[in-house]
C-alpha cells in the first residue's frame, strides 16, 4: 500500500487508471476489515 501510495502521489502522470481501480478494488477491502476490527477492539 505504502508504495502505490507513493507512486500515485509522485508519478502521477505515468499512474493507468486501471492500476488504481485494481488497488481500489483488491487492496482496500481487506484493509478495511483490519481498520473496523482494531476500532472495534478500542470501544468500551
Known sequence: MAAA???YRHDYEDVAAHF???TVQRALPPL???IEEEIAG???
Open 42 to 44: 478500542l470501544e468500551i
Open 20 to 22: 488504481v481501480w485494481e
Open 32 to 34: 478495511r476489515v483490519v
Open 5 to 7: 501510495g507513493n507512486v
